[in-house]
């Protein structure tokens, strides 16, 4: 459970502060990436966060991430703002807004997009979305493909004076998330007020990570100051996270909160693919350039 400031804990150590890289993605949206980048490779078990928008899209020109193949990890957006259309080559489809996440396990090989909704497209508005990448363990990187629709009424909420949490998967704060996960993982959304301190239990020897969406808070055992597009790596020992939002600080600190079990693997990757050998990362592209991974109608590349 989280705690107030009157409950004496051991919190973690900051073991940096990883500013974001902006980058161009899909069909030349921008994203802000904390890793990986020239700062930051990965964090086992995690390969890559985006963090899209908030931006304004302008009606008939929304651009999103065309037809693209995976193979030997899983992907999972969750919406902040707008919408966003999945369609794989597995035949799922499904329109994901505020709130939602889609948890998609490439596993053995597949090809999706990622589009805004046809009425995002027709009528503009602001979306915001961020994009997790999570490695999948040698024995499971060639596992038949699944898709996970996870609407927003099916995230555990969980809260306390001065915060609240939607907890996506793994048990975080006294709410198990809904997710199904191939290695233990938690993923939360968490909001903390001026005022407010929160201790996150971790597990000793989890990797542990948290992204500043937006607002400033003091993080760790020596209250290391993280920023919006700013990710802190705790140290891996043991202890909470710890977050404080000082009294007057004008907005909530609004964040994503990770950990995760390393998997402690060897590593290849290459572009869409993430495997365990530069062999099994060709056979990957051979396996695409065959069709072997499938392909989506011309109805879901627009």
Known sequence: MAHATDIATTARKVARIVPAASVVEGGGFTANRPFPSAAADWFDPFLLLDDVGPREITPGKAVGVPPHPHRGFETVTYVVSGEVEHRDSTGNHGVIGPGDVQWMTAGDGIVHAEMPSTRVQTE???????????????????????????????????????????????????????????????????????????????????????????????????????????????????????????????????????????????????????????????????????????????????
Request: charged content about 20%; aromatic content about 6%.
């Open 124 to 302: 503009g508005g602001v979306g915001h979305g961020l994009q997790l990448w999570v490695n999948l363990p040698a024995a499971m990187k060639r596992t038949t493909p699944n898709y996970q629709a996870l609407r927003a009424s099916d995230i555990a909420s969980t809260g306390g004076e001065g915060w609240a949490a939607e907890v996506v998967a793994g048990e975080m704060l006294g709410a198990a998330g809904p997710a199904h996960t191939h290695t233990p993982i938690g993923y939360a959304r968490v909001t903390v007020l001026p005022g407010t301190k929160l201790n996150i239990p971790a597990t000793d020897g989890h990797t542990a990570l948290v992204y500043a969406v937006a607002g400033t808070a003091s993080i760790g055992a020596e209250g290391d100051r993280l920023e919006a597009h700013h990710l802190a790596v705790l140290d891996r020992s043991t202890g909470d996270i710890v977050l404080d939002v000082p009294a007057d600080a004008t907005d909530a600190f609004d964040c994503l909160v990770l950990t995760g079990e390393p998997i402690d693997e060897p590593m290849a990757r290459r572009g869409p693919f993430v495997m365990n050998t530069p062999a099994e990362i060709d056979e990957a592209y051979a396996d695409y350039r065959a069709g072997r991974m499938g392909s989506i109608a011309a109805t879901g590349a627009a």
